[in-house]
């Protein structure tokens, strides 16, 4: 049997019905070290190799799973053998949790992190320090003014805004670090050529194409948790929002609504470690999420909030300009 690549792996296993995250993950656990193009041989896979029994009782899948992988494996070689070529030449990643590129900081948020992801664009920017500023949809117009001009003010930081496409909130927030032409982290809630109908090409986020119809991939990226044509389905939403917190080094939350997910994940990021800031106005009612999340020791910003926000942030220390002469 010839040697397949680790991306054609990957793709074929995400195309094996009512195979879930976790069962992927065992299986992908088989493959040995090595890098995404670089060939494996399925005789090194003992999961090719044993029956459909043995699939369901050793690797917990379903048995529709294990059936399929057990007698169908000419055909799931001849399909992600197309797909394989066809996500090449698109230039979209396909990262599994074995890869290098694949983000330390969603390993270490999730217990169970997604197994596959699919990306386009500045994978460096993974690596760079990120934010999120956050809010129930529910805000209203004086939550969405802040929301702009906190991800505006971070995004002149330097900080790489993490946010989506989809849900008015995210996109005020995505649309302010655009607007200054600072990189954005999109987490998609579909996969990503559901969320590009038009072609990669095009600027996914129909109101950021006042300033550029094309999307860059040199300077943003698209990341999705979900098989490259997967629509959008309303489950999708929590999974989006779990990847946003778990990429972001900082979340600012602006309004959360008590109960809802964005307090629970605000939470759990502060129990993780990582940065999490709460608006605070100096009048008005304080929305109860905000509240409880000052209650369990996030940090409050106030009303004046922009000085107190860059002077809060564990930020880097600037680099001295060289002097000239």
Known sequence: MDPITRTQFALMLHSVPHLGPKGIARLIAELPPGLPHEPVSLS???AWAISADTLQREYKVHPHAAHCLAVQKEE??????????SVE????????????DYPSSLREYESA???ILYAYGNLGLLRERKYAVISSSSVGARGIEIIREMAGVLSDEGITAVTSHNTHPYQVAGLAAKSRNAPVILVLDRGI???????????????ARIWNLRFDPERDLVISRFRLYDPWIGANGRE??????????VVVAVDVRPGGMMESECLRAHKKGREVYVYKPDSGDLPGGNQALLEK?????PAGWARSLLTTLDLPPAEDDECAG
């Open 297 to 301: 020791g996030c940090e409050p910003i």
């Open 240 to 249: 989006r929002d779990r990847m946003v917190f778990g990429l972001a080094d």
């Open 193 to 207: 050529l559901s969320a590009f109908p038009q072609g990669l090409g095009y600027e996914p986020v129909a109101q």
């Open 89 to 100: 030449k698109l230039g979209i990643r396909v990262i599994t949790g074995l890869d290098q």
């Open 76 to 85: 799931l070689l001849s399909a992600s053998r197309e797909m394989a070529s």
């Open 113 to 115: 992190p997604p197994p």
């Open 44 to 46: 090194e896979v003992r």
